[in-house]
């Protein structure tokens, strides 16, 4: 199973960007699928995640701002980054606990992607 992690990119402050993250191979379903994000020298942050049932929750410095989704047909989950700020910069992760054939619920992590805000 993989992660993979798109989107990122330069933009300036007020600006938005969509992140998607896809994850293919071989699973039963997808539970829960998270972003995280790690700025310079600062610790890996969760910023949101979503459930099967499109139960979601964001961090709440960024209520307002950021919206999660997912496609469950296409195995996508997106982060909508609105109004961003220079502070918003930092490698996006996502993250995405998945049923394996097997039964077994595991955890992958995608490659992350860099998002920076210019002033």
């Known amino acids: 199973v993989q992660l993979q992690a798109c989107g990122g990119g330069l933009v300036q402050t007020g600006g938005c960007l969509t992140l998607s993250c896809a994850a293919s191979g071989s699973f039963s379903s997808f539970v829960v699928m998270s972003w995280y994000r790690q700025a310079p020298g600062k610790q890996r942050e969760l910023v949101a995640a979503?459930?099967?049932?499109?139960?979601?929750n964001i961090a709440d410095s960024l209520k307002g701002r950021f919206t999660i989704s997912r496609d469950n047909s296409k195995n996508t989950g997106y982060l909508q980054m609105n109004s961003l700020k220079a502070e918003d910069t930092a490698v996006y992760y996502c993250n995405a606990a998945l049923r394996s054939t097997d039964g077994l619920l595991r955890n992958y992590w995608g490659q992350g992607t860099l998002v920076t805000v210019s002033s």
């Open positions: 979503i459930s099967s049932t499109g139960g979601s």
